[in-house]
Each structure stands twice: as structure tokens, then as C-alpha cells.
T-cell receptor, first 114, second 115 residues
Framework: AQSVSQHNHHVILSEAASLELGCNYS??????LFWYVQYPGQHLQLLLK??????LVKGIKGFEAEFIKSKFSFNLRKPSVQWSDTAEYFC????????????FGTGTRLLVSP | GAVVSQHPSRVICKSGTSVKIECRSL??????MFWYRQFPKQSLMLMAT?????????EQGVEKDKFLINHASLTLSTLTVTSAHPEDSSFYIC???????????FGEGSRLTVL
């Protein structure tokens, strides 16, 4: 069965600091990888996704993530965070074949102080 | 982007009663919708997949008779928690598939508290 681990449950940063949120998944086959974000009071929304090709993917608002197959990782990064990045971030994976079911990590709550 | 709306956003009910949560796709049609449940500090867990015009597909361990799912039209899916108990208190979120596999549009969630 697939599983997703997010190592940091809470992260507190000052504005302009760099961000890296860890995500590791467990699955023997080929997967699609996602990061979703939930800003305070808003719906979950897609931040970025990886299906194939260049393992470094860029998403909205300056976020990027790198797929490292050998490490089963898909870490999220941003060089310089802003107060408006305060949100909860979820890593998710689904198998390429068979039923397309998303499996989520437990989420990381990011607080950016001004 | 596409909008999925849930109602109610918060509901408090007495133990033993039933509660219905609606999930609507506002500007697109969804033949499939997904219902998730989230416990505090835990991940979103897929409960079931509702299919317009046919029976829902439940994940292992989810009680079909307790969590009734109906996909009445291409824009509406409902989750009814029957004979609710305090342990059913949770955050329930629905979603509909986007244009690419795994991409989902989420509702705002419904927080159920059973007294």
C-alpha cells in the first residue's frame, strides 16, 4: 500500500528565510506526486505536480519541488518565504496505474512571521 | 478555477441523529466525487468515491451503512452520517477530479461535532 510521510508537522520561519519541506513516499511502482496547500480559511488547492520529465517542477507563487526517485522523495522548496505563505502544506501521491486514488501525508503547518 | 462547495461548513448534532452534508460542483460537471475524513493532526483519509448514477465505492474499513453516499446528479453528491456518535466527530471534505489524474478540486470542508 502507498504511504506518504511528511517529517515536519510545524515549521516557523521569518520572512525571507528559505523553506524546504520534506516528503517521502512508499510505493513500488510509478507514481504521480503533488503538493497541495491550504491557506487559512480557504479550500485545499494544488500547488504543483510531477508526472514525468524534468524532476524539478515549478508551481505557483515561487514554489518548486524536486523528485528524487532514488530517495523516494519530493521535497518542496521556496528560496524566500513571505508572510502570505503561512498555510498548511500536504504532499500527496497516486499510482500511475489502476485506480487513481490520492494518498496524503499528514501535512506541515507553516507559520511565517513578518 | 473550478469551485466545489460544501454545506454546511459546521454542524453540531446529538448522538443518534443523522446529518447530511452536501457537496456541489458549481461550474462544472463531476461524474465522480471523493469524500475524505480528517482527524486532528492526521492526514486526509479517503472514505469513498461517489459515482453519478451508480453505487459508491467505499474504502476498506468504512461502514457503508453508517456513511451513506448518494450522487444524485452531475453536480451534487451527499454524505449522510447515520446514527451519529461522538467518535464520528471529524472534518469531512469532498473533492472532484480536475483535468489531470490526481488533480482535485476541494470543497471547504464540513466540521461535524456529535454531542
Amino acid at each position: 500500500a502507498q504511504s506518504v510521510s511528511q517529517h515536519n508537522h510545524h515549521v516557523i520561519l521569518s520572512e525571507a528565510a528559505s523553506l524546504e519541506l520534506g516528503c517521502n513516499y512508499s510505493y513500488g511502482g510509478t507514481v504521480n506526486l503533488f503538493w497541495y496547500v491550504q491557506y487559512p480559511g480557504q479550500h485545499l488547492q494544488l500547488l504543483l505536480k510531477y508526472f514525468s520529465g524534468d524532476p524539478l517542477v515549478k508551481g505557483i507563487k515561487g514554489f518548486e519541488a524536486e523528485f528524487i526517485k532514488s530517495k523516494f522523495s519530493f521535497n518542496l522548496r521556496k528560496p524566500s518565504v513571505q508572510w502570505s505563505d503561512t498555510a498548511e502544506y500536504f504532499c500527496a501521491v497516486n499510482a500511475r496505474t489502476g485506480f487513481q486514488k490520492l494518498v496524503f501525508g499528514t501535512g506541515t503547518r507553516l507559520l511565517v512571521s513578518p | 478555477g473550478a469551485v466545489v462547495s460544501q454545506h454546511p461548513s459546521r454542524v453540531i448534532c446529538k448522538s443518534g441523529t443523522s446529518v447530511k452534508i452536501e457537496c456541489r460542483s458549481l461550474d462544472f460537471q463531476a461524474t465522480t466525487m471523493f469524500w475524505y475524513r480528517q482527524f486532528p493532526k492526521q492526514s486526509l483519509m479517503l472514505m469513498a468515491t461517489s459515482n453519478e448514477g451508480s453505487k459508491a465505492t467505499y474504502e476498506q474499513g468504512v461502514e457503508k451503512d453508517k456513511f451513506l453516499i448518494n450522487h444524485a446528479s452531475l453536480t451534487l453528491s451527499t454524505l449522510t452520517v447515520t446514527s451519529a456518535h461522538p467518535e464520528d466527530s471529524s472534518f469531512y471534505i469532498c473533492s472532484a477530479p480536475g483535468p489531470t489524474p490526481g488533480e482535485l478540486f476541494f470543497g471547504e470542508g464540513s466540521r461535524l461535532t456529535v454531542l
